[in-house]
């Protein structure tokens, strides 16, 4: 019920305070909540990981067709341990490309996985391994360090994308447009 000076709630008597929750108030108070709402859920879906149905060898085959193989030659299935401290059976399918050249940052791993706790063991050891990377070459060869500062790490719903090299925009793109086919 509204009283004389646009009140919401009990009307005032005379002489008493009226209340603070005005119709304007009352307005207000829903618009930020939905602000909020919608910053929230955008926030969530923005931020959202893509699970892909394609199978690894499309996406491996994508990945590397553009890749010079002196540079990014295919390592065996035991890399992720050597290089990386990862155990290859959290993963459905792995691909390591990198040189066994202790002058070279470039490197591209790519997983396959259908578990939290290996998209995490994942992420942990890449971010470790970007900055182990860059501790290392930031002394010696400041080049390959700039190239493993801007390294990618990118992990989606099922797949996860490691990259040191050239254009790693391009390639971070390449990967997620691989995963969409």
């Not at 002196?70 to 290859?88: E, F, S």
């Not at 399918?93 to 990198?98: G, K, P």
């Not at 791993?109 to 994942?122: C, G, R, T, Y």
Request: proline fraction near 4%; hydrophobic fraction near 40%; glycine fraction near 6%.
């Amino acid at each position: 019920m509204k009283n004389a000076n646009n009140t919401v709630g009990m009307t005032s008597q005379k002489g008493s305070k009226p209340s603070f929750w005005t119709f304007r108030h009352v307005l207000i108070s829903l618009a930020l909540l939905a602000c909020v709402l919608v910053v929230m859920w955008m926030g969530a879906f923005l931020t959202s990981r893509y699970t892909s149905n394609r199978p690894f060898g499309d996406i491996e085959n994508a990945m590397v067709e553009q890749l010079d193989e002196t540079i990014y030659p295919a390592q065996d299935h035991l890399a992720l341990k050597r290089y990386y401290n990862l155990d290859p059976d959290l993963f459905l399918h792995s691909s390591v490309y990198r040189k066994g050249d202790a002058m070279s940052a470039s490197e591209m791993v790519l997983v396959q996985f259908d578990s939290p706790e290996a998209a995490e063991a994942f992420e942990k050891a890449m971010n470790e391994r970007r900055d182990s990377q860059v501790d290392i070459f930031s002394g010696y060869a400041p080049e390959q360090g700039a190239l493993a500062k801007k390294a990618v790490v990118d992990v989606q719903g099922n797949y996860a994308l490691f990259y040191v090299g050239d254009n790693p925009n391009e390639i971070d793109e390449r990967f997620l447009e691989s995963l969409r086919g």
